[in-house]
């Protein structure tokens, strides 16, 4: 019997049977049919999540690296030899490796509903095995990238003065990388996250927990022993009993100790009425470069909000909100075939069932600008010139990596993105649609095969 304690970490090898089984099924099936004709596949979303005007794109980079490693090992393929699968299928996984080609919009785009965020054009085994492992890594990451960049939007769009205060409240080990790192593709500040910082270059950001200060006879003495300990990053948290009072603690542990107070943080309570008397006490202390952060369930309404209202706050750490985007906790994006060649030629294939129907053919999604603002989205077939900048570029050719970015560029592509938004799109309150369109030749593709 398998260890029922395992903390579920995959390995390389384990994350290739991170595939829904129909996915084996459908493979095996192909396979003995001698099907494995070029095909196109597609990841796009139905439908904008709720509370969801637009997403900003995520998990591009890391979904390429794990689809140019998936190999079916041994210990793999004996298991798959459980499921009744034929000798000659496993023998196929046992050669496999992905070598067809990927399109995407790059890390930081925004995206609408209907557009294709990722296209593969591969053999169909290949294609469908790709299923799982690429709605897992997209829909996940853009969905922490979207509320990241709405949390950086309310901060006045000053994503460096948001931290990911997140891990402890995400759903597991694998999720509070990922969130650190689509918070940082979004453009925010930090993490608390230290093996995230580590792994992906971030800064680490944490100041003390209301443990430390009451493990001590006196917030005085919990003060005055912190200062010491961390000169250079002398940040208290004030809240412990009375914030005010704790406030003015912090001074006086500043005095004492002869160190500056880098600043303090308040976790509960009125954040704009504390926040405002704690700035006038620090100024009149001599304080002024003293920062003041403030945390305790924020999100972008609440921030925005405090924003509005002039309160003086410098840094934002936001945890559980982001973490699980508790208000529109899923991206339900989808991945269907939606081409195959066919001797010659390629056939558009689309579903046609209520609510779920899909355009044929392989597509491209070109944005138009106007004084660098967005005006309208024209999703096409793939083989258009259409006006505009299109927006899914080459990411992996033959299976090999093509798209390889820094997180510096990834943040910049983001902060251009938000920018260009229009501003009915940036700010709270109702808002319109973004204008996104067929192509003639697209309409015409559909109409022609619904009819035919």
Not at 218 to 226: K, L, Q
Not at 296 to 310: K, P, T, V
Not at 329 to 347: D, T
Request: glycine residues 8%.
């Amino acid at each position: 019997m398998a260890d029922a304690n395992d903390p579920g970490l995959l390995t390389p090898a384990e994350t290739s049977l991170l595939i829904d089984r129909y996915e084996i099924t459908m493979a095996a099936s192909y396979h003995r049919l001698a099907r494995n004709e070029p095909s196109v596949f597609e990841l796009f979303v139905r439908t904008l999540p709720p509370h969801r005007d637009w997403l900003v794109v995520c998990g591009l980079g890391p979904t390429l690296r794990l689809v140019s490693e998936m190999r079916f090992a041994e210990p793999e393929r004996e298991y798959l030899s459980t499921l009744g699968l034929s000798e000659e299928f496993l023998a196929y996984l046992g050669d496999f490796r992905f070598r067809g080609d990927i399109e995407a919009m790059p890390e930081g785009t925004i995206a609408f509903a209907d557009e294709p965020l990722v296209r593969v054009t591969a053999p169909l085994i290949e294609a469908q095995l790709l299923e799982t492992l690429l709605l897992n890594q997209i829909n996940f990451q853009t969905m922490i990238a979207t509320k990241a960049a709405r949390v950086a939007l309310a901060a006045h769009g000053k994503g460096e003065s948001v931290v990911d205060f997140s891990p402890r409240r995400d759903h597991g080990v694998d999720a509070a990388m990922k969130v650190a790192r689509a918070s940082a593709v979004a453009g925010l500040g930090g993490t608390s996250n230290v093996a995230a910082a580590m792994r992906y270059g971030l800064r680490p950001v944490g100041t003390m927990a209301h443990s430390y200060v009451l493990s001590f006879e006196s917030e005085e003495e919990a003060f005055e022993a912190f200062m010491r300990d961390n000169p250079e990053d002398a940040l208290l948290l004030v809240d412990t009993y009375d914030t005010l009072e704790g406030v003015r603690r912090a001074i006086e542990a500043s005095r004492r100790t002869a160190i500056p107070l880098t600043g303090i943080r308040i976790d509960s309570g009125d954040l704009e009425h504390l926040a405002r008397e704690a700035r006038r006490l620090l100024d009149e202390a001599g304080q002024a470069d003293a920062v003041i952060v403030a945390s305790g369930d924020l999100e972008e309404h609440r921030i925005a909000e405090l924003c509005r209202a002039g309160a003086p706050i410098d840094l934002w750490g936001v945890g559980t909100e982001l973490g699980t985007s508790r208000d529109s906790p899923v991206v339900n994006g989808v991945y269907k075939i939606v081409a195959e060649l066919s001797g010659e030629a390629w056939r558009g294939v689309a579903k046609r069932s209520e609510g779920k129907a899909t355009l044929p053919g392989a597509k491209q999604v070109f944005r138009r600008f106007e004084d660098g603002v967005m005006v309208e989205d024209i999703v096409g077939r793939a083989e258009e010139q259409l006006d505009g900048e299109p927006l899914l570029v080459p990411a992996m050719r033959k299976g090999e990596i093509t798209h390889a970015e820094t997180l510096g560029e990834m943040r910049e592509r983001t902060r251009r993105s938000l920018d260009s938004l229009p501003p009915a799109l940036r700010n709270a309150g109702e808002k319109p649609s973004y204008p996104v369109r067929h192509s003639d030749a697209l309409t015409e593709a559909a109409r022609s095969l619904a009819t035919g």
